[in-house]
């Protein structure tokens, strides 16, 4: 078969000018918001062996990973499709002895074997924290109260934090709406397809109601305390009130308390992002356990957002380039840039700021939108 030179496979794309300049500033900012809560930049491998990869990413993502055989070391390698993953092999291993709790930060991009309905895209950018040694709902709300500045550090308004309890069923089942183990993931899916006839035919009437009980946070957390005859979510729901209220006025929060897309390997709490205007979701996160070699597994929370959107929407007018006509002094140009300023320099009589894409022209002293 030819392929055309300009062809990328199904999935891919290049960032042309300006928007992988745009893409850069959004995530400087996002990057800088996490810098200064303190959480420290790593960088992981962009491929991994499979099987380590795989042992970390719980079984449920094994099969997301676009692997290959490495010539050189005749091993399977993955290249990873969710940083977070990685974020815990280093903090478990060579930052094992590093004082808890770790906060560690991260960007990239990652791949996926497969394109999501909504996302055709199979290479995303990615960027998060972690704050490793701590599930606690203080630890919940500083992650949640980080990915929300990071978000409007990008200019994201309009915010919405969809909350939900990955572990709900389970924790029900264990007294409150007792149900045989073998039928636990049965109804872990019928209420991921939302489906009452479903639940009904698995004589698991009693969960019913949890499919009511989504929405926005104070009507929905009634329902589920309405549900939870038994108390058995009691803490759960002290939790989410405490993390809703910390973020009170700043976003919209919402409940599913079923909802598992996408929360393989979150324990008690997790969240989605969404903002105003975007169509996909903009981030995600919750607490979760990352297991250990030389002990008990140790306790997580951390978030990933995922930027595409914010790029491909975002107002390219903001960059600003400036054009220096020929004969301007070197040392104009070189306060001009100490200033702020991105210049494009004129190298013959025949260079055009219109032609090279300049926004100002620099004239008389004064910088002169073209
Ligand atoms: N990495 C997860 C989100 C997450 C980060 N930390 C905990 N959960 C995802 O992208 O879905």
Not at 162 to 185: C, G, M, N, S, W
Not at 225 to 230: E, Y
Not at 273 to 278: E, H, N, Q, T
């Amino acid at each position: 078969m030819h392929i055309p030179p300009d062809l990328l496979p199904e999935g891919f794309r290049d960032r042309l000018p300006p928007q992988a300049e745009v893409a850069a500033r959004v995530s400087r900012a996002m990057i800088d918001v996490l810098a200064s809560y303190g959480y420290a930049r790593v960088a992981p491998a962009m491929a991994e062996f499979e099987s380590v990869l795989a042992k970390h990413s719980g079984d449920a993502n094994r099969n997301q990973h676009l692997r290959f055989t490495d010539p050189v070391s005749g091993h399977t390698l993955a290249l990873r499709g969710d940083i977070t993953v990685q974020v815990g092999r280093i903090a478990t291993t060579r930052m094992k002895d590093a004082p808890r709790p770790l906060r560690l930060a991260y960007h990239g991009q990652v791949l996926r074997l497969r394109a999501k309905q909504l996302r055709p895209e199979r290479e995303l950018t990615q960027l998060g924290a972690e704050l490793v040694g701590n599930d606690s709902v203080a630890a919940a709300c500083e992650i949640v109260g980080v990915a929300i500045d990071a978000l409007e550090a990008a200019g994201v308004k309009d915010i919405t934090i969809d909350f939900t309890l990955p572990d709900l069923v389970e924790r029900l089942a264990e007294k409150a709406l007792p149900l045989a183990a073998d039928k636990i993931d049965a109804v872990r899916s019928e209420l991921d397809m939302k489906d009452a006839g479903g639940l009904s035919a698995l004589g698991a009437d009693a969960y019913l109601p949890l499919l009511a009980a989504t929405g926005p946070f104070a009507e929905a957390v009634e329902k589920l305390r309405a549900i939870d005859a038994g108390g058995a979510l009691a803490s759960r729901i002290h939790a989410l009130e405490a993390i809703a209220g910390t973020i009170a006025g700043r976003a919209n929060v919402t409940l599913d308390p079923t909802e598992r897309h996408g929360f393989e390997y979150q324990s008690w709490f997790g969240f989605t992002i969404f903002a105003k205007g975007y169509s996909a979701a903009l981030g995600r996160g919750g607490t979760y356990y990352i297991d250990r070699a030389d002990g008990p597994s140790e306790p997580a929370t951390g978030f990933s957002l995922y930027p595409d959107p914010l790029v491909d929407l975002a107002d390219e007018s903001v960059v600003r380039r400036l054009f220096l006509p020929l004969g301007t002094e070197a040392v104009t140009g070189a306060k001009l840039r100490h200033d702020g300023w991105a210049t494009v320099a004129a190298l013959d009589e025949n260079d055009s700021a219109a032609v090279l894409g300049c926004t100002h022209i620099w004239m008389n002293g004064q910088a002169i939108p073209v």
